[in-house]
């Protein structure tokens, strides 16, 4: 018992503070906690079965979250995340702040736009003539993947694919694949993702990717923190892109 007020007492004293004794509380806390492997009556399950285990575990909606959580293609370390905020680390404040906001929508305020246009200003919009853009081909010696995301209207079921092409226009590979998401971000890295994958594959060293998501290219090229469930994603395709000549462009 007094062991267990002295333990108490510390942690009023240094809390959420950011301090070694809060490092090894932590690091206590998650070797505790940590989930290994599932296994059965019969031993290991295999992967058709860890859905069916986790039905005991889990609520439905927290077994459909993990379904859209993408696995890496290449053996990286788990990581604990708050993924309430950019940085993925809690604090007291974004904790607050999570509060806020769930207090917030309980309110069901109904969201009013910024801005409101007269219709005729749309109409204008609409009648004006821009110019098209075509696709143009690669430099001789280059291969050009074009990729996209297509999502179901309940969001979680996703199909991407992608097509890729020499200097002369000439389809030479594609691909397609479906998967889950929470997010249209995330269906969009799984796109370039799958582009530079289907590229490696085959063995091509000069390689241009064309994305119509600005948010997804930004977060290959840029030191950017993706948020806490595109991490993977955009560390496997950083990491393809440096094996071999690789840029991906914003279209």
């Not at 469930?229 to 395709?237: K, P, Y």
């Amino acid at each position: 018992m007094y062991q267990h007020q002295r333990s108490r007492v510390r942690w009023l004293r240094y809390g959420d503070n950011n301090t070694s004794f809060l490092d090894a509380t932590v690091i206590q806390r998650r070797q505790r906690n940590q989930l290994v492997k599932i296994r059965d009556d019969r031993g290991e399950c295999n992967r058709g079965e860890w859905k069916e285990l986790l039905k005991d575990l889990v609520t439905e909606t927290e077994l459909k979250a993990i379904e859209t959580i993408p696995l890496s293609l290449f053996k990286r370390l788990d990581f604990m995340v708050w993924h309430f905020n950019s940085s993925v680390v809690y604090t007291v404040k974004s904790g607050y702040q999570v509060a806020f906001n769930i207090q917030r929508s309980l309110k069901k305020e109904k969201p009013e736009p910024s801005f409101k246009a007269d219709p005729s200003v749309w109409k204008c919009i609409w009648k004006l003539k821009t110019m098209a853009k075509g696709w143009l081909p690669p430099p001789v010696g280059h291969i050009k993947a074009n990729c996209d995301v297509a999502m179901s209207n309940e969001g979680r079921d996703a199909m991407a694919a992608v097509i890729l092409r020499n200097s002369r226009g000439e389809v030479v590979d594609g691909a397609v694949k479906g998967f889950k998401v929470d997010s249209v971000l995330q269906g969009e890295l799984q796109a370039i993702r799958l582009a530079c994958a289907t590229a490696k594959d085959q063995g091509w060293q000069s390689l241009m990717v064309e994305s119509d998501c600005k948010q997804a290219t930004e977060l290959c090229v840029n030191e950017l923190v993706p948020p806490w469930n595109c991490t993977a994603l955009a560390e496997d395709i950083k990491e393809m892109a440096e094996e071999r000549s690789t840029t991906l462009q914003w279209i």
